[in-house]
């Protein structure tokens, strides 16, 4: 695997981890309050859903000439990384709550244990499929976006389509043996670092496909990466001068990325 | 009908656009100027990560001065 490829399936790995665990809470809080068999089949449909939509999307964009491709998913890429950096920037620095799987898990618990039971079709519990259903197709429209992207770009689908399938292999089986939400997993570290890998390879595609060139070419992407998170970090170092208390225990600042493992 | 479609934009929008169109807006006029800067002798790969340094901030000091 090239330095480019190790990046490509680092980034789709995480991403997808992340997006994985966020599917696995609902779906966990859908199975345990009503019952695994309307929760699975929502998984099932969802994962059909997507399957298609890849199907359909994956060919489409190896049409595309890779001029025009780098320069559509750059943008892309970069607006959305932009998105999860800014986010990630203001959870660590205590701008923004921390993203709890453990609250998210209570809170729909709650709403799920609530809601009445209704048959439809093959379905005999709407309120499990649906709940499943949205909680994997919306997360996982976000690993199909990322997975697509990265791999038609990069010219290696199956490397992306691998590292996608490693990463919601790992967190359903784990998930699957300890029956709650992974809670432990530092997630809003990981987006973090996703966010930091989204915005580097915007950077270098969309420059790519505005027919810039890169000096190092390829290797490039080496020293953008680690630059961005440097820079991403000075500015939550900056912003923690400025936030608000937290009900918390004060974390100190070298810690702020490890903050919902403590 | 309607009230689908609207919700099926704003899902999208959403997903890529997220909490700060200024961001996009930013992005695409950088992505612009690589390219206008890119027919000429000048280097234009540095235009972008400027973009990042300059946008990030700015979106990080409105969102903070909204709270």
């Not at chain 1, 990981?190 to 390829?218: C, E, I, N, R």
């Not at chain 2, 930013?26 to 890119?38: D, E, G, I, K």
């Amino acid at each position: 695997m090239t330095g480019t490829g190790g990046a490509l399936f680092a980034a789709v790995f995480l991403a997808c981890a992340v997006e994985a665990v966020e599917a696995l809470t609902i779906v966990l809080a859908a199975g345990t309050a009503r019952g695994w068999r309307s929760a699975g089949q929502g998984v099932v449909s969802a994962l059909i859903v997507l399957a298609a939509i890849v199907a359909v999307l994956g060919p489409a964009l190896t049409a595309i000439p890779l001029g025009a491709l780098r320069l559509i998913v750059g943008a892309l890429l970069l607006v959305f990384g932009l998105q999860w950096l800014r986010k990630a920037v203001l959870r660590a620095s205590g701008h923004k709550d921390l993203h709890d799987e453990d609250a998210i898990f209570d809170r729909e618990l709650a709403a799920a244990r609530e809601a009445q039971a209704e048959r439809r079709w093959v379905v005999t519990d709407w309120y499990a499929y649906t709940l499943s259903f949205k909680g994997v197709l919306l997360e996982g429209l976000e690993v199909a976006f990322i997975a697509i992207t990265f791999g038609g770009n990069q010219h290696d689908v199956p490397l992306a389509a691998v590292a996608a399938l490693a990463a919601i292999a790992v967190v359903t089986l784990v998930g699957l043996a300890i029956k709650a939400p992974l809670s432990r997993v530092p997630e809003n570290t990981l987006k973090f670092v996703v966010g930091v890998m989204l915005t580097s390879f915007g950077m270098f595609w969309g420059a790519q496909g505005a027919d810039a060139h890169w000096p190092g070419d390829d290797a490039a992407l080496l020293v953008i990466a680690p630059v961005v998170a440097l820079f991403a970090l000075g500015l939550v170092a900056v912003l923690r001068q400025s936030a608000p208390p937290r009900e918390t225990a004060v974390v100190p600042a070298s810690a702020a990325l490890r903050m919902e493992e403590s | 009908m309607i009230a689908r479609l609207k919700a099926f934009g704003a899902f999208w929008y959403d997903f890529i656009v997220g909490d700060d169109w200024r961001v996009a807006v930013f992005v695409v006029a950088a992505l612009a100027v690589t390219f206008a800067v890119s027919k000429s002798s000048v280097p234009a790969w540095w235009i972008l990560p400027a973009a990042v340094v300059l946008v990030l901030p700015w979106s990080l000091w409105r969102a903070r001065r909204k709270r």
